[in-house]
Protein backbone atom coordinates (compact mmCIF):
# COMPACT_ATOMS: atom_id res chain seq x y z
CA UNK A 1 0.00 0.00 0.00
CA UNK A 2 1.31 3.55 -0.81
CA UNK A 3 2.09 5.53 1.94
CA UNK A 4 2.05 8.79 -0.24
CA UNK A 5 -1.42 10.93 -0.24
CA UNK A 6 -3.06 10.91 -3.39
CA UNK A 7 -4.39 14.26 -4.21
CA UNK A 8 -8.06 14.57 -5.21
CA UNK A 9 -9.16 14.94 -9.27
CA UNK A 10 -10.63 17.52 -8.19
CA UNK A 11 -7.25 19.65 -7.07
CA UNK A 12 -6.76 23.00 -9.74
CA UNK A 13 -3.91 21.65 -12.05
CA UNK A 14 -2.43 25.57 -11.05
CA UNK A 15 -2.20 24.35 -7.70
CA UNK A 16 -0.31 20.76 -8.08
CA UNK A 17 3.71 20.11 -8.21
CA UNK A 18 4.71 19.41 -11.33
CA UNK A 19 5.46 16.13 -10.13
CA UNK A 20 1.65 15.33 -8.97
CA UNK A 21 0.17 16.94 -12.04
CA UNK A 22 2.41 14.60 -14.57
CA UNK A 23 0.93 11.30 -12.26
CA UNK A 24 -2.52 12.47 -12.79
CA UNK A 25 -1.69 12.87 -16.78
CA UNK A 26 -0.21 9.32 -17.19
CA UNK A 27 -3.34 8.07 -14.79
CA UNK A 28 -5.67 9.86 -17.17
CA UNK A 29 -4.00 8.40 -20.10
CA UNK A 30 -4.03 4.94 -18.71
CA UNK A 31 -7.63 4.73 -17.54
CA UNK A 32 -8.07 6.10 -21.42
CA UNK A 33 -6.47 4.02 -23.00
CA UNK A 34 -7.95 0.95 -21.14
CA UNK A 35 -11.02 1.45 -21.51
CA UNK A 36 -11.85 1.39 -18.03
CA UNK A 37 -13.92 4.35 -18.34
CA UNK A 38 -17.25 5.76 -20.92
CA UNK A 39 -17.12 8.56 -22.96
CA UNK A 40 -18.53 11.21 -21.17
CA UNK A 41 -15.92 10.31 -18.49
CA UNK A 42 -13.19 9.57 -21.24
CA UNK A 43 -13.78 13.44 -22.39
CA UNK A 44 -13.72 15.05 -18.74
CA UNK A 45 -10.41 12.84 -18.17
CA UNK A 46 -9.18 14.32 -21.74
CA UNK A 47 -10.06 18.03 -20.47
CA UNK A 48 -8.36 17.73 -17.26
CA UNK A 49 -4.95 15.95 -18.49
CA UNK A 50 -5.17 18.80 -20.95
CA UNK A 51 -5.13 21.81 -18.07
CA UNK A 52 -2.65 19.40 -16.33
CA UNK A 53 -0.43 19.44 -19.71
CA UNK A 54 -0.29 22.98 -19.49
CA UNK A 55 0.80 23.13 -15.65
CA UNK A 56 3.77 21.09 -16.23
CA UNK A 57 4.89 22.88 -19.18
CA UNK A 58 4.35 26.37 -17.55
CA UNK A 59 6.38 24.66 -14.45
CA UNK A 60 9.14 23.21 -17.05
CA UNK A 61 9.11 26.89 -19.13
CA UNK A 62 9.92 28.71 -15.33
CA UNK A 63 12.92 26.10 -14.47
CA UNK A 64 14.45 26.70 -18.05
CA UNK A 65 13.85 30.26 -17.79
CA UNK A 66 15.64 29.74 -14.01
CA UNK A 67 18.46 28.05 -15.48
CA UNK A 68 19.51 30.61 -17.97
CA UNK A 69 19.61 33.20 -15.54
CA UNK A 70 21.70 31.33 -13.04
CA UNK A 71 23.79 30.61 -16.51
CA UNK A 72 24.25 34.16 -17.30
CA UNK A 73 24.95 35.25 -13.77
CA UNK A 74 27.69 32.51 -13.95
CA UNK A 75 28.99 33.47 -17.09
CA UNK A 76 29.13 37.24 -16.28
CA UNK A 77 31.29 36.15 -12.62
CA UNK A 78 33.46 34.27 -14.45
CA UNK A 79 33.85 36.56 -17.65
CA UNK A 80 34.85 39.01 -14.41
CA UNK A 81 37.20 36.72 -12.86
CA UNK A 82 38.58 35.97 -15.91
CA UNK A 83 39.32 40.20 -16.57
CA UNK A 84 40.49 40.71 -13.24
CA UNK A 85 42.76 38.12 -13.71
CA UNK A 86 44.29 38.97 -16.83
CA UNK A 87 44.65 42.80 -15.26
CA UNK A 88 46.71 41.43 -12.32
CA UNK A 89 49.44 38.60 -13.71
CA UNK A 90 52.64 39.60 -12.52
CA UNK A 91 55.38 40.37 -14.65
CA UNK A 92 53.57 41.73 -17.32
CA UNK A 93 55.06 44.98 -19.31
CA UNK A 94 53.37 48.39 -18.05
Known amino acids: ?13 AD ?6 LEQVESIIQRIESGEIGLEES ?3 YERGVA ?3 R ?9 QRVEELTK ?7 A ?3 SDDSAEPGSPA
Open 1 to 13: MSTRPKTTSKASP
Open 16 to 21: LPFEQA
Open 43 to 45: LTD
Open 52 to 54: LIR
Open 56 to 64: CKAVLKQAE
Open 73 to 79: RLDTADD
Open 81 to 83: TSA
